[in-house]
């Protein structure tokens, strides 16, 4: 059974930083590609970044310099660091791992960006 739980999420300052992990079991881990996701009350769940079996990233525009996506093979873990964090980065932080026709996500991570 696969299983995606992140971890790492909560209140934060702007300015601040948090890391988010997500520990994956059931699958494996270093064929699938692994991303973030994040989803503001109100708004559609919308693409962080991603991150290829190769380690090759990709991030939005609006994360780009202030975020980065990791992945430990080894440890079946994904990461993702976030510095600078803005109000407007304030959302549920879901992973996802992508594989031919599977496409799994976790319970997500509440992350709060406020002063």
């Known amino acids: 059974q696969v299983r995606l739980v992140e971890s790492g999420g909560g209140l934060v300052q702007p300015g601040g930083s948090l890391r988010l992990s997500c520990a994956a079991s059931g699958i494996s881990f270093n064929g699938y590609i692994m991303g973030w996701y994040r989803q503001a009350p109100g708004k559609q769940r919308e693409l962080v970044a991603t991150?290829?079996?190769?380690?090759?990233?990709n991030y939005d525009d609006s994360v780009k310099g202030r975020f980065t996506i990791s992945r430990d093979n080894a440890k079946n873990t994904l990461y993702l660091q976030m510095n600078n964090l803005k109000p407007e980065d304030t959302a549920v932080y879901y992973c996802n791992a992508r594989r031919f026709s599977y496409n799994g996500w976790g319970q997500g991570t509440q992350v709060t960006v406020s002063s």
């Open positions: 991150i290829m079996p190769s380690g090759s990233a």
